[in-house]
């Protein structure tokens, strides 16, 4: 049989009754539409999740108080630990070799109010003038810190976009004005340039004010929050990480860590490990309407067989082969599944457009998937359709022209 009669013959087959076609194809329809919405939602949020994560710093290290034990988190060593990290551990680090610059922090949320009465609680964060360096952050308007503003303690703050946005309306009107956070007014220096957030991860709901002033007024402590450190050279971080390891230990004076030094490979490797399992998970669950849909598949194509007994017997008697039956109706579930793969994936598609559009969560369709669809769709079609067929090829041919 030639290829052009085998599609004819599949295509006549498949249209000769339409509704029973569309509903057996549904299955596979909803599965593929599942597995392709599921998995580009789990790649967008892959992608969103690692430009936040590198949108925190470049070569980034970062140190914290306590020390992570495999499947509890961050937990403290002591009473006291976790306020273990001291201003002297900034230099001790700045004189590693290979260390670009070190951005202490200490972090606290305030309410912050505006000098027109408007107001929002946000993250104040104390820091110096290596922190534009560290994070990465430049300003859109105004001036960030210098020096001078570290050693004089000077009530000067920075604003992240949204943080200016919620207080004046406007964030080119916050430069030059006053606030008040933790009831101590500050004047507005500048605005940092917008980095976007991901859902995820919010990076334009901040506001910066020097380290000194935040110990020394507005949080009266002298420890700090974390330490971010950024490398030289992305080759450099184990080495750097492993020599900052070693001089903490020493200027703790203490034999085990009582901090924590996190690469941004740590934490984008932990993230990226949690997407991918729940998209696989998600994915696995959505891949039942395949099977579904392939027994559906299945149950279509014996009753085919059974309503065409008759015509296979007639097809045998005039010189048919056995292949020529088994490849008929083969083809017609490996149509059936491919049509339905292609419907599929165009609905995933659409999915994935409103999921990005309507909820706000990126979403990514790649081409691996799609080719995966497709894959599945075809094994499907030859699982599902092979035993139908060969059944089909094995009627006796008198028995079939006898069949009423």
């Known amino acids: 049989m030639r290829y052009s009669d085998l599609f004819d013959e599949t295509r006549i087959s498949l ?3 339409k509704a029973r076609s569309g509903l057996t194809m549904l299955g596979i329809v909803i599965g593929i539409a599942s597995v392709i919405a599921m998995v580009s939602i789990g790649e967008g949020a892959k992608g969103s999740i690692q430009s936040s994560i590198e949108g925190l710093g470049s070569n980034l290290l970062t140190v914290m108080p306590g020390f992570v034990q495999p499947g509890r988190g961050i937990v403290s060593s002591g009473r006291g630990a976790a306020q273990n990290l001291k201003n002297e551990d900034i230099e001790a680090l700045s004189a590693i070799e290979g260390v670009k610059a070190v951005s202490p922090e200490l ?16 993250t104040v964060i ?6 534009a360096v560290v994070r990465t952050v430049d300003v859109e308007s105004g001036i960030f810190f210098s020096p001078t503003h570290q050693r004089s303690m000077s009530r000067v703050a ?9 207080l ?5 009107a916050a430069v030059n004005k006053t606030i008040r956070i933790n009831r101590v007014n500050f004047k507005v220096i500048g ?17 910066l004010v020097p380290l000194s002033t935040m110990q020394k007024i507005l949080a009266g402590a002298d420890f700090l929050s974390t330490i971010a450190i950024t490398v030289e050279d992305k080759d450099q971080m184990p080495v750097v990480q492993e020599q900052a390891s070693t001089v903490l230990m020493a200027t703790h004076r203490v034999s085990e860590p009582d901090f924590s030094i996190i690469s941004q490979a740590d934490i984008l490797g932990a993230l990226s490990q949690v997407t991918t399992t729940f998209t696989i998970f998600l994915a696995s669950i959505a891949g ?14 014996l009753t085919t067989v059974t309503e065409r007994t008759r015509e296979i017997g007639l ?19 490996v149509m059936l599944t491919v049509l339905g793969g292609l419907i599929g994936v165009f609905i995933g598609w659409l999915i994935s457009l409103g999921v990005s559009r309507f909820a706000g969560v990126a979403t990514s369709v790649s081409w691996q998937a799609v080719l995966l669809a497709f894959g599945v769709a075809a094994v499907i079609g030859i699982a599902f359709g092979y035993y139908p067929a060969r059944r089909a090829s094995r009627l006796n041919p008198i028995d079939a022209l006898r069949y009423e």
């Open 288 to 301: 039942i309407s395949l099977i579904v849909g392939g027994i559906g598949i299945m149950n279509m194509m």
């Open 107 to 122: 972090q606290r949320r305030f309410q912050i109010t505006s000098q027109i009465g408007n107001n929002t609680n946000s």
């Open 15 to 17: 249209t000769a009754n």
């Open 191 to 207: 605005i940092l340039k917008s980095k976007g957030g991901s859902g995820f991860i919010n990076l334009d709901d901040m506001a």
């Open 158 to 166: 920075i604003l992240d976009p949204t943080v200016a946005q919620d």
């Open 168 to 172: 004046f309306g406007d964030p080119a």
């Open 126 to 131: 104390g820091t110096t003038d290596h922190y």
């Open 315 to 333: 097809r045998m008697a005039i010189g048919a082969r056995r292949r020529d039956i088994t490849w008929q109706f083969l083809a017609e579930a």
